[in-house]
């Protein structure tokens, strides 16, 4: 049974559930435990966070304000103190205003898009509709409320102060950079015996304000990574029920590709379940001796 580190920042395409499958893959690329780990597209973390390789970190993500509350953690700026006594109050002030929290929750929003407080963006990720995190064209947070009775319960804060102690583990004094850069910047980091993680928005896919992705895109980051001397290993759509990923015949089906089915949530609801053919596409010969993770023996720890 091995334990998954979930992250405090919610997305939408989170790969938590894909983690087995991509670190049987990247034990199985030859590269020693002490290798450098890139991740050009780092967003939640929950890939690198749970990765299996113990050196340097360079992640990165134009998205500032993962970023921002990445270093914030990281460098003690937040921690699991500072933010139960940020919800604790935050939860009073949702409690007490009108139209059932709506009130309060506009006031948030209105704050962190002026002042961009990693508390702030917390809040909004964990107080906003199915855990979305979308920006307008503007870069300005654009999830509605999710309004439900008491949001903010004591044991929801904990929760969300033990994912911040998790993650402050893994990061706190440790070889993690973040930066808030471009892929192609990322990815030039690479050494020869490195390896690379990319999950990049998917092309044809929903694209918000940071996540704008067009063919031009997908052409640089082929071009990156044919490349790089380093190992690598994209996530990728291969197909679903109604069309198939241009991609990868374009690009992808140059290199190795194992594919598996997976199913994206959009709500609680099981109509609202998409089945995905999802794709690992790498540049290595994998070798057999790997551990065989299952879906099933995964414990979340969430
Ligand atoms: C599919 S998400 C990554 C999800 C992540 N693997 C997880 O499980 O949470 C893609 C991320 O790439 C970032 N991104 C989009 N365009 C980028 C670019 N040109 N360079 C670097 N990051 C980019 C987005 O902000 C987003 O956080």
């Not at 460098?75 to 002030?93: D, G, I, K, P, W």
């Not at 065989?292 to 414990?299: C, D, S």
């Amino acid at each position: 049974m091995s334990s998954i580190i979930v992250p405090p920042i919610k997305s939408q395409g989170i790969k938590t559930k894909l983690i087995p499958w991509i670190n049987d893959l990247v034990l199985s690329s030859g590269i020693t435990l002490d290798s450098q780990w890139i991740e050009p597209f780092f967003g939640t973390g929950v890939v690198g966070f749970n990765s299996p390789i113990r050196g340097n970190h360079i992640v990165g993500d134009t998205n500032p304000h993962i970023i921002n509350f990445y270093r914030a953690v990281q460098n003690n700026e937040v921690t699991t103190f500072t933010m139960r006594a940020y919800l604790e109050q935050e939860s009073r002030l949702l409690a007490n205003s009108e139209n059932d929290g709506y009130a309060h929750f506009r006031k948030v929003r209105d704050r962190f898009n002026k002042q961009y407080s990693p508390y702030d963006f917390i809040f909004l990720s964990r107080a906003g509709f199915n855990g979305m995190m979308r920006f307008n064209r503007n870069g300005q947070w654009n999830v509605p409320f999710c309004k439900k009775p008491n949001r903010f319960s004591p044991a929801y804060i904990t929760k969300i102060c033990n994912q911040i102690d998790n993650v402050a583990r893994v990061v706190r004094g440790k070889q993690w950079h973040f930066s808030n850069t471009s892929f192609v910047e990322t990815i030039q980091q690479a050494q020869p015996n490195d390896i690379i993680y990319c999950d990049p928005p998917y092309w044809g896919r929903y694209v918000d304000y940071y996540n704008g992705w067009t063919e031009q895109n997908e052409h640089q980051l082929y071009e990156a990574l044919l490349n790089t001397k380093a190992k690598f290993i994209l996530s990728t759509w291969h197909h679903n029920d109604y069309r198939k990923n241009e991609m990868i015949n374009r690009y992808w089906g140059h290199f190795n590709i194992t594919t598996r089915d997976h199913f994206y949530h959009n709500g609680g609801k099981i109509e609202n379940r998409h089945s995905v053919i999802e794709a690992l596409v790498f540049n290595f010969d994998p070798s057999e001796k790997h551990s065989v993770l299952q879906e099933k023996q995964l414990n979340i720890f969430d």
